[in-house]
């Protein structure tokens, strides 16, 4: 399957510093990439969605100017975190979609998050 | 109602058994359903990918489609330590966002 690069897997930050996110589509371009949340035990958690080369379409509830995400080439897509506090410590996970005839959704390996 | 309702679990096998994973959907516009494995604290791999109703096959899963009742489900035949995890189900339409279900852990007693 293809293959979606993740990085940092896991990082430590102090409170009200920012934290950037990199999700890498490394074998194939990707025009969609997808950003989720997970707590421990439940599921994915869709916090928005991220096109190419235009403004990311965010979920309901979600933050835009807290969780800032950058999608500037078809293989990278960036979400930064800013003004992190202990209630964003969570598990951050990005997608990418495939085109053609069978789009299929790959995910990175995700992101620990924990704010001091 | 959720757009789709995943079986809660927890499952415990013994190994060797068969694993039934299933799902039910409601929106009919669904078009493509997919099987995740998650392993904790890792992201979701995805194990099986179909769009027509019917049986699919990859090695020891068997991805199945019911579009008539909306259901889907997942077999696992003979079932190992290692497929111990959380599985998700995901059905996504035409226009690219999938709905997850919220997964059901699996548990393959050796």
Known sequence: GAVVSQH??????????????????????????????????????????????????????????????????????????????????????????????????FFGSGTQLSVL | QKEVEQDPGPLSVPEGAIVSLNCTYSNSAFQYFMWYRQYSRKGPELLMYTYSSGNKEDGRFTAQVDKSSKYISLFIRDSQPSDSATYLCAIRTNAGKSTFGDGTTLTVKP
């Open chain 1, 8 to 105: 940092p897997s896991r990082v430590i930050c102090k409170s009200g510093t920012s934290v950037k996110i990199e999700c890498r589509s490394l074998d194939f371009q990707a025009t969609t990439m997808f950003w989720y949340r997970q707590f421990p035990k439940q599921s994915l958690m869709l916090m928005a969605t991220s096109n190419e080369g235009s403004k990311a379409t965010y979920e309901q509830g979600v933050e835009k100017d807290k969780f800032l995400i950058n999608h500037a080439s078809l293989t990278l897509s960036t979400l930064t975190v800013t003004s992190a506090h202990p209630e964003d410590s969570s598990f951050y996970i990005c997608s990418a979609v495939t085109s053609g005839t069978a789009e299929k959704l």
